[in-house]
């Protein structure tokens, strides 16, 4: 599953052909959440509540890129990085 950003030890990745709806994944030590890219609600897992937080500050940055980057998965193209957090 590439990943295509990294910030405050979390890591946020998208798998290719994965299965609706669309989705990332967010990975913070041994927890993950997956997280609906249409509402930037968690909806599967567990992570921390400030990791949460920063999760969905930076999905609601880059809400559009993940909606590109989801397509480019899901046509089995190659997936452009998202910026951190600062």
């Known amino acids: 599953m590439p990943e295509i ?3 405050y030890g979390i890591v946020i990745k998208i798998y290719f052909a994965d299965h609706l709806p669309p989705h990332f994944h967010a ?3 041994s927890e993950e959440g ?3 890219i ?3 609600q968690m909806f599967a897992g567990s992570l921390p509540p400030r990791a949460k937080a920063l999760i969905a500050e930076w999905a609601g940055i880059h809400q559009a890129e993940l909606r590109e ?3 480019r998965a899901n ?3 190659p997936l452009a990085k ?3 957090l600062p």
Do not use: T
């Open 5 to 7: 950003s990294r910030f």
């Open 27 to 29: 990975e913070y030590g």
């Open 34 to 36: 997956l997280w609906s």
């Open 38 to 40: 249409e509402n930037l």
């Open 69 to 71: 980057d989801w397509n």
């Open 75 to 77: 046509s089995l193209q």
């Open 82 to 84: 998202i910026a951190p």
